[in-house]
């Protein structure tokens, strides 16, 4: 494996996406205006569940950034599609290029658009909405990691088993409100109902939520985000493993050409 | 640089690659012909490692692409017949990404880059983006692409389809450019005049076999039979001393060594039914007569263009 031509195909898509940023920067605006709406509400929410000082951040702010985050896994995926429409996805095959260095390549972009994403709604979620973290920063950090992991091995997934690019996009935004719906994303979990609750750690969303809320409302240490972080890469591991098995370089995709 | 030995493949019941033998020396220029669906693009394919075939083996520089398929792709530069660029990117950097493919780097790269610009005139269009070039730009960034890293074997498949008489020249200029510094080149094309242009060696492909394979002068000294051709308003007449000649629709081809004395004694034949002629043709030894001897078929009537006619 050729790390160089793993970074060359990385370098390409980041000027791929200096050459359109609207969509990430509508993932980072978007999930703030939510923010600016919901936080009353989750102040009511979070003072009920028996939290004492909160604000309401404390859960919209990890909450809509998970169901944006969760917004990525389409982006991963069209970044295979785009390649069927633009016919280049042949000649990216005739290279010496091999399938996994292809793979690293294209999942660097959207891990650190992922980290970025993260890091600008946390930050701006302190700045605007007053967002106080109790707890270890580097739990959020590795819960964030974690979770961005998790979403490339999911658009990996999505990319192997859609065979259009409206299957794609179809699946992916459904699968993020499905997910940040049960997963504890959209409302607190306590709200939820019984077999919803029974439902939710099923997702990767409902894990993110616990870490990022075990260190922002608990005050935990990263000693308590360890077991959500590993549910996260063991998704992200299965996802990846299905998409190993699934994925046809040889497949044509249909695109929207 | 290039053998293929005994390939086949098939799509269902398709039989698009029927024991295909084929090899291209370093410095040689192989005009890939035949009608659609003769095999050209799948043989290309296979050649490139993106399609596998069912039997049969393919080298390149003595590496056997389905055992070796990294190792040999280095060596190859691939322009499909599909125009496949990056539209919302750059000339510049259309041509880094692959480039940095090759795992070309600093001013070697940049190098690079000038160099194939510089050839196929791209250099004032480095910095557009690839959407808002001509179709004849995009086809000449398309086929830098596959040039950038100066693999010993070039696969252009239908490099100038779509494109203007000045970039044909100029692609057909390059491509014998490459072949003078040592450049394997398998050159697929509809059009026969553009093979005899390249100087290029010939093979024909017809219903997924090789029918002739050889230097353009020897196929045309071997099979290069003049044809006198008749077309008429209908049917093609039964008409006394034509016997001999081949009839297929509304024509009438005879072959000839005195085209000009035919002609006249064909015309003198024709009698009564001479009102019905529309055309008389004289087709000179030509590629286009090599494919009639070989397949028995006229070429601009398979692929459906009267550009491929000599």
Not at chain 1, 55 to 64: K, L, R
Not at chain 1, 152 to 175: D, H
């Given at each position: 494996?050729?790390?160089?031509?793993s970074?060359?195909?990385?370098?390409?898509?980041?000027?791929?996406?200096?050459?359109?940023p609207?969509?990430?920067?509508?993932?980072?605006?978007?999930?703030?205006?939510?923010?600016?709406?919901n936080?009353?509400?989750?102040?009511?929410?979070?003072?009920?569940?028996?939290?004492?000082d909160?604000?309401?951040?404390?859960?919209?702010?990890?909450?809509?950034?998970?169901?944006?985050?969760?917004?990525l896994?389409?982006?991963?995926?069209f970044?295979?599609?785009r390649?069927?429409?633009?016919q280049?996805?042949e000649?990216?095959?005739?290279?010496?290029?091999r399938p996994v260095?292809v793979?690293v390549g294209?999942?660097?972009?959207?891990?650190?658009?992922?980290?970025?994403?993260?890091f600008?709604?946390?930050?701006?979620?302190?700045?605007?909405?007053?967002?106080?973290v109790?707890?270890?920063?580097?739990g959020?950090?590795?819960?964030?990691?974690?979770?961005?992991?998790?979403?490339?091995?999911?658009?990996?997934?999505?990319?192997?088993?859609?065979?259009?690019?409206m299957?794609?996009?179809?699946?992916?935004?459904?699968g993020?409100?499905?997910?940040?719906?049960?997963?504890?994303?959209?409302?607190p979990?306590s709200?939820l109902?019984?077999w919803?609750?029974?439902?939710a750690?099923a997702?990767?969303?409902?894990?993110?939520?616990?870490g990022?809320?075990?260190?922002?409302?608990?005050?935990?240490?990263?000693?308590?985000?360890?077991?959500p972080?590993?549910?996260?890469l063991?998704?992200?591991?299965?996802?990846?493993?299905?998409?190993?098995?699934?994925?046809?370089?040889?497949?044509?995709?249909?695109?929207?050409? | 640089?290039?053998?293929?030995?005994?390939?086949?493949?098939?799509?269902?019941?398709?039989?698009a690659?029927?024991?295909?033998?084929?090899?291209?020396?370093?410095?040689?220029i192989?005009?890939?012909?035949?009608?659609?669906?003769?095999?050209?693009?799948?043989?290309?394919?296979?050649?490139?490692g993106?399609?596998?075939?069912d039997?049969?083996?393919?080298?390149?520089?003595?590496?056997?692409?389905?055992?070796?398929?990294?190792?040999t792709r280095?060596?190859?530069?691939?322009?499909?017949?599909?125009?496949?660029?990056?539209?919302?990117?750059s000339?510049?950097?259309?041509?880094?990404?692959?480039?940095?493919?090759?795992?070309?780097?600093?001013?070697e790269?940049t190098?690079?880059?000038?160099?194939?610009a510089?050839a196929?005139?791209?250099?004032h269009?480095?910095?557009?983006p690839?959407?808002?070039?001509?179709?004849?730009?995009?086809?000449?960034?398309?086929?830098?692409?596959?040039?950038?890293?100066r693999?010993?074997?070039?696969?252009?498949?239908?490099?100038?389809?779509?494109?203007?008489?000045?970039?044909?020249?100029?692609?057909?200029e390059?491509?014998?450019?490459?072949a003078?510094?040592?450049?394997?080149?398998?050159?697929?094309?509809?059009y026969?005049?553009e093979?005899?242009?390249?100087?290029?060696?010939v093979?024909?492909l017809?219903?997924?076999?090789?029918?002739a394979?050889?230097?353009?002068?020897?196929?045309?000294?071997?099979?290069g039979?003049?044809?006198?051709?008749?077309?008429?308003d209908?049917?093609?007449?039964?008409?006394?001393?034509l016997?001999?000649?081949?009839r297929?629709?509304?024509?009438l081809?005879?072959?000839?060594?005195d085209?000009?004395g035919?002609?006249?004694?064909?015309?003198?034949?024709?009698g009564?039914?001479?009102?019905?002629?529309?055309?008389?043709?004289?087709?000179?030894?030509?590629?286009?007569?090599?494919?009639?001897?070989?397949?028995?078929?006229?070429y601009?009537?398979?692929?459906g263009?009267?550009?491929?006619?000599?």
């Amino acid at each position: 494996m050729s790390v160089r031509r793993s970074l060359a195909v990385a370098r390409h898509e980041l000027r791929l996406l200096r050459r359109d940023p609207a969509p990430v920067v509508i993932l980072i605006a978007m999930p703030l205006v939510l923010m600016a709406f919901n936080r009353p509400a989750f102040r009511a929410a979070l003072t009920e569940a028996g939290y004492a000082d909160v604000n309401g951040a404390e859960h919209v702010v990890p909450g809509t950034a998970v169901m944006f985050a969760f917004f990525l896994v389409g982006n991963v995926g069209f970044a295979f599609f785009r390649e069927h429409g633009w016919q280049t996805w042949e000649r990216l095959r005739a290279t010496s290029t091999r399938p996994v260095e292809v793979m690293v390549g294209k999942a660097i972009t959207p891990l650190v658009v992922s980290a970025v994403q993260l890091f600008v709604l946390f930050g701006l979620g302190g700045l605007l909405f007053g967002l106080r973290v109790r707890g270890a920063i580097l739990g959020l950090v590795l819960v964030g990691a974690s979770l961005g992991i998790c979403l490339v091995a999911f658009g990996f997934l999505l990319t192997a088993v859609c065979r259009t690019i409206m299957q794609l996009n179809a699946v992916a935004n459904i699968g993020a409100l499905v997910f940040a719906g049960i997963g504890g994303a959209l409302t607190p979990l306590s709200t939820l109902p019984g077999w919803a609750r029974a439902v939710a750690p099923a997702t990767p969303s409902y894990w993110a939520m616990r870490g990022f809320r075990s260190i922002i409302l608990d005050g935990a240490s990263v000693g308590a985000v360890l077991l959500p972080c590993a549910i996260l890469l063991l998704f992200g591991v299965g996802f990846g493993l299905v998409a190993a098995r699934r994925f046809r370089f040889a497949e044509t995709k249909t695109s929207w050409a | 640089m290039l053998e293929v030995e005994d390939l086949h493949k098939t799509y269902g019941e398709v039989v698009a690659l029927d024991g295909v033998d084929l090899s291209v020396a370093a410095g040689d220029i192989v005009g890939l012909l035949g009608p659609n669906g003769a095999g050209k693009t799948t043989l290309v394919s296979i050649v490139a490692g993106l399609r596998r075939a069912d039997r049969g083996v393919v080298r390149v520089d003595g590496r056997n692409v389905a055992v070796a398929p990294y190792e040999t792709r280095r060596r190859i530069g691939l322009a499909p017949q599909d125009l496949g660029i990056y539209p919302v990117l750059s000339v510049r950097d259309n041509l880094l990404y692959f480039g940095e493919l090759a795992e070309l780097s600093g001013r070697e790269l940049t190098g690079r880059i000038e160099e194939v610009a510089d050839a196929l005139e791209l250099t004032h269009l480095l910095d557009r983006p690839a959407r808002t070039l001509s179709g004849g730009e995009k086809r000449r960034l398309h086929t830098a692409m596959a040039m950038l890293h100066r693999p010993p074997l070039l696969l252009l498949d239908e490099p100038t389809t779509g494109v203007d008489v000045a970039t044909r020249s100029r692609l057909l200029e390059v491509v014998r450019a490459r072949a003078a510094d040592g450049t394997a080149v398998c050159y697929s094309t509809h059009y026969l005049p553009e093979v005899e242009s390249l100087g290029a060696s010939v093979a024909i492909l017809d219903q997924g076999r090789v029918a002739a394979r050889g230097a353009l002068h020897d196929l045309v000294h071997a099979h290069g039979q003049c044809y006198v051709e008749l077309s008429f308003d209908g049917e093609a007449p039964d008409v006394p001393g034509l016997e001999g000649a081949e009839r297929s629709g509304s024509g009438l081809r005879l072959p000839t060594a005195d085209p000009a004395g035919e002609t006249a004694r064909v015309l003198s034949a024709l009698g009564p039914v001479a009102p019905r002629l529309r055309t008389v043709e004289i087709l000179r030894p030509s590629l286009e007569s090599v494919f009639l001897a070989v397949t028995g078929r006229r070429y601009e009537e398979e692929v459906g263009t009267g550009v491929g006619a000599s």
